[in-house]
């Protein structure tokens, strides 16, 4: 009977070995306050509508005189700007949600460009923050 309970007892000490490195594997991973990855951002449709949030703010925040909510705008880029889509999105908590959104927008001119984006959600408000909304140099699709 000892036989067997040290058997078992050294069948548990090896199972929980091999499971701990993968488990901690994965916990480092993901790093608490960190950005992470929004997955399916095509398909996802809560993320797509945040982008198109983002483009009606930045055209409500020039047209009203304010100007850019983030002061680099360049000033080429006319009024208003359409949405398009989000391209990727990574997400990050905060006092809510804070996501980083690369939104492909269509100009007046018909020409395509790429912004990014910072916009902040607290759902328990109903609120939703644009922090930033910048042209990206080189855009990469």
């Known amino acids: 009977m000892s036989q067997v309970y040290l058997k078992l007892s050294l069948l548990g000490l090896l199972v929980v070995a091999v499971v701990t490195p993968s488990a901690n594997a994965i916990r480092k991973s993901v790093v608490l306050g960190g950005k992470s990855d929004v ?10 509508e945040l982008g198109r949030y ?11 005189g304010k100007g850019n909510v983030a002061s680099s705008i360049d000033r080429a880029v006319l009024n208003p700007l359409t949405f398009s889509r989000v391209v990727s999105a990574q997400q990050q908590v905060v006092a809510g949600l ?9 100009q ?20 939703k923050t644009l922090l930033g909304f910048t042209p990206v140099a080189t855009p990469i699709y």
């Open 39 to 48: 997955p399916n951002v095509q398909t996802n449709m809560e993320v797509q």
């Open 54 to 64: 983002c483009v009606e703010e930045f055209n409500l925040h020039e047209q009203s």
């Open 98 to 106: 804070k996501y980083y959104l690369r939104i492909e927008v269509t």
């Open 108 to 127: 007046p001119d018909g020409t395509n460009r790429m912004f990014d984006s910072v916009v902040v959600v607290q759902p328990w408000l109903h609120s």
